[in-house]
């Protein structure tokens, strides 16, 4: 199955959404640690450094330096040896660059020094869903989304989705999918996965009204356009295929999806 995927989503905010593509983003933000009013002058000046540091990690790793934004880290935790933020960043560079026991090591690292940080077992949760664990990662996932106190339960709810999806469990992807949009209607990525997954069982109808509410956006990828043409198709819409088909070839020229059109494959 198809799913859809944000690259680089890291506070990369409106943007990212923006250009929508099909699959999972983890919450790939920072806390920060706040200084405490009884910490000295010295230590406080000493975090400041170090923040300084992950402003710097965060900005090399947004434009694809990872081996920089490592040097970065390392330097932050030189200073401040147990800032929470870097482990939970280091986790993230070393996921993309699919060292899996570094990533691990780190998430596990970031989360004895936050227990219960719903923004990190987030992410650790998507990563063992993405490493054949997703029994184990739901159980993050479901610790996040029942998290009052955390500020992006819809991140989670889409990768426990997309982590029931990987489990051939459709209706759970479902159900969770419908949740995330009680959160947030119109957002993209669970549209645009919720209209997948009812394309999939055949509820075309149902999946162009979803899909619809993503292509409100100015910005979109090439699946994304692809699934909504699929739904047009099926539903023998030639007017509705052939303006998303214009769209597809004036964004989306050199991409596979593009190719397929020409060669009016749409059951790939």
Known sequence: MKIFQMRQCFLTGVLAVMA??????????LEGDRPEQNMSAEKQEARKRASIRMELAIGYYQQGQ???????????????????????????IFMDMGDKQL????????????????????????????NGREKQGLVYLETAIKDP???APVKALNNAGLCSLRMKDPIGAERYFMQGLREDAGNPLINA???Q????????????????????????AADVLWLAMKIEKKLGDEAALNSLGTQLRRRHPNSKEFSLYQRGVFDE
């Not at 929508?20 to 933000?29: D, F, G, P």
């Not at 990533?103 to 993405?130: M, V």
Request: some cysteine; hydrophobic content about 45%; proline content about 2%.
């Open 193 to 195: 996965n919720l209209a």
């Open 20 to 29: 929508l593509s099909l699959s999972a983003c983890a919450t790939k933000s």
């Open 149 to 151: 106190a955390y500020n």
């Open 197 to 220: 997954v009812l394309y999939n069982r055949g509820e075309y109808k149902q999946a162009r009204f979803y899909i619809g509410r993503v292509l409100k956006f100015e910005v979109l």
């Open 66 to 92: 990872q081996k920089v934004a490592l040097e970065e880290i390392r330097q932050a935790l030189l200073i401040s040896p147990d800032l929470v933020d870097a482990f939970s960043l280091r986790a993230l």
């Open 103 to 130: 990533a691990e090591d780190n998430f596990l690292h970031a989360l004895k020094l936050s227990p219960g940080n719903s923004d990190i077992g987030n992410n650790y949760g998507w990563f063992l869903c993405l």
